[in-house]
């Protein structure tokens, strides 16, 4: 069964969310329409890779991601479309889809050219552009029929955390917070496990807090399960299921979480001191 998965900034009280649900329906009925995020902070591109990125590879082949962030028209900026990984990734060329897959090439890129046409007037590009192009592709609708190729969309990169082997210490950053509070960084574990080869212990500073053992699982802070609710509130350092090093605090909220707790926001800057 055809999927298009959607992806915006747009929130959940104005009616946009479900204008791009009734084009998609009026043009095949039988779409299964899922939701990934509508509560992207506005135009928040390093959020919407984050999620996209470790989403997507959950649904199946043949799948069209529309991602209308920070997507508003303009005769100057492009619509493209990724094809990669056997589904399809439409965006507003404003460098979203190189930072969902900074780290792969796509199989294919294309400008998007449907309102090309003179007569074309573009109010609502979810609408007018994204959809009509998702659905022509879960139709069985070829990219070249709706696009042109491209080969210079527009790039970002993401800032990857430094190193200085001399001082003995990685540099990161908070990239990401989540909805329980989670602390996420863009030091990841293969990063670490480089750096960690030639030394037997580390601590992981960050303003004035400090930890020194990273668990596997959130749930290897509790000793005592039958006590269990003790340990609500007890700090935990992880790499989560992106293998992205986590700073959290166990059953933690956006109220009571580690960003709350901990104060720490987007870009702050984290430490992991090697001895």
Known sequence: MPVITLT?????TDYRVAAIKGK???????VVITDI??????????????IVRNAFP?????????????????????????????????AADNGIL???????????????????????????PATDIFVPAAVHLLNGGLPEVIGRKLKNPKQIRPLPPATNPNEKIIVGEV??????????????????????????EFKIKARNIT????????????????NEAQFQGKPVV?????????????????????????GMNLGEKVYIEFE
């Open 37 to 50: 995020s509508h509560e992207i902070q506005a135009y928040n591109i390093p959020q919407t890779s984050y």
């Open 238 to 262: 992880i790499f989560n299921e992106a293998d992205l090093l986590e700073i959290s605090i166990y059953k933690g909220s956006k109220n009571n979480g580690g960003h709350t707790l901990y």
């Open 58 to 90: 959950f649904f199946p082949k043949g799948t069209v991601h529309v991602i209308a962030v920070d997507s508003f028209y303009s005769k100057h900026r492009k619509a493209i479309l990724y094809k990669t990984n056997d589904q399809y990734f439409i």
């Open 98 to 124: 190189s930072l969902v897959f900074f780290d792969q090439k796509p199989d294919e890129i294309y400008e998007i050219t449907l309102n090309n046409r003179f007569d074309d007037v573009v109010n609502f």
């Open 211 to 226: 930890f020194n053992k990273i668990h596997k699982y959130y749930t290897d802070v509790v000793t005592d399960w039958e």
């Open 175 to 200: 990239m990401y917070i989540d909805n329980f509070g989670n602390i996420i960084t863009n030091i990841n574990k293969n990063f670490f496990d480089q750096n960690m080869i030639n030394f037997s």
């Open 24 to 30: 998609i329906l009026g043009l095949n009925e039988n």
């Open 8 to 12: 915006s900034d747009y929130g959940l």
